[in-house]
């Protein structure tokens, strides 16, 4: 069983910064591609950003382009989401997942991230 648990998420000024950290449990973290998502309010959940299981490749929402990073260390079954210039429109609940060959299969249960204006 795949356990994903968040933490960092908080309140913070708009412009300001957070790093969400997501630990993994599992001997086989470093063979998948991890992926976060955000849902807001009201709003369906949405695709932020993925990471390949190597780390080299990323990819990003156009809406966090520029100002949010993913990145990973398997050492430490740790995916990070470093989040720069943040806006009111960021607040969500965070959630990182791992992709399977076709899907994301498992979640954690989310962060909590609030820009205030």
């Known amino acids: 069983q795949v356990q994903l648990v968040e933490s960092g998420g908080g309140l913070v000024q708009a412009g300001g910064s957070l790093r969400l950290s997501c630990a993994a449990s599992?001997?086989?973290?470093?063979?998948?591609?991890m992926g976060w998502f955000r849902q807001a309010p009201g709003k369906e959940r949405e695709f932020v950003a993925q990471?390949?299981?190597?780390?080299?490749?990323?990819y990003y929402a156009d809406s966090v382009k520029g100002r949010f990073t993913i990145s990973r260390d398997n050492a430490k079954n740790t995916v990070y989401l470093q989040m720069n210039s943040l806006k009111p429109e960021d607040t969500a609940v965070y959630y990182c997942?791992?992709?399977?060959?076709?899907?994301?299969?498992?979640w954690g249960q989310g962060t909590q991230v609030t820009v205030s204006s």
């Open positions: 990471i390949s299981w190597s780390g080299s490749s990323t």
């Open positions: 997942a791992r992709k399977s060959q076709f899907d994301y299969d498992y």
């Open positions: 599992g001997r086989t973290f470093s063979s998948y591609a």
